[in-house]
């Protein structure tokens, strides 16, 4: 038997786990409800952590945000820089497997849109930590897209990348309204042909 388990005591947990709890709860709730729906006393509770504990990983609701779009940011980037490893030397394939993931990710249970957007359209100050995060996040995709774009298309790569981040960007407002199914399907199809035609130039 554990010494916790003995005792009655919850586990104690490093401050990585610790950190991960909450941000995993922040998730869940900020994606679910919005930020400004969702108090600090709640995600407490919702955390099953004491309050002082919760406050010293993040001195503040804005640091929580903040942080929780932070992870989410590193977690895509991650996920894209796999898909571009698989594909290596194959930039159209790679560009392709992205929009895959971005369309599984619109038709996804409990789709709500961007995280990105709802969490940043909460707030009017272009400094706010969830306008920073949102706007670094937007320019990494991009980035994302205009490099791979540049290797695919040569001198059109800016263009094309830059074609391929507004319709990604069209395609997750839309879904939010008319689903994955409406003009979503059409934007990312769009994006596909501007890849495919780069691979083949007439």
């Not at 909460?122 to 937007?138: G, L, Q, T």
């Amino acid at each position: 038997m554990s010494a916790a388990a003995a005792t009655g005591r919850a586990p104690r947990h490093s401050r990585q786990e610790r950190e991960t709890i909450v941000l995993d709860t922040a998730a869940r709730l900020f994606y679910a409800r919005g930020v400004h729906e969702v108090g600090m006393d709640e995600l407490v509770r919702a955390a099953g952590l004491g309050k002082a504990t919760v406050y010293r990983l993040y001195p503040s609701k804005d640091a929580l945000v903040a942080a929780y779009l932070h992870r989410l940011a590193a977690t895509i980037a991650a996920a894209i820089g796999r898909q571009i490893a698989e594909h290596d030397g194959d930039p159209a394939a790679a560009l392709l497997a992205i929009l895959d993931a971005i369309e599984a990710d619109l038709r996804r249970p409990g789709f709500r849109g961007c995280p990105f957007n709802n969490a940043s359209i909460e707030f009017d100050d272009r400094r706010h930590p969830a306008r920073v995060e949102a706007r670094a996040y937007r320019e990494q995709l991009h980035g994302v897209f205009t490099e791979l774009a540049a290797r695919l298309a040569d001198e059109d790569g800016q263009a094309l990348g830059s074609q391929l981040a507004v319709l990604v960007d069209g395609a997750y407002t839309s879904a939010v309204h008319l689903g994955p199914d409406g003009p979503a399907a059409t934007g990312l199809g769009l994006a596909r042909h501007l890849i495919q035609q780069a691979r083949t130039p007439t």
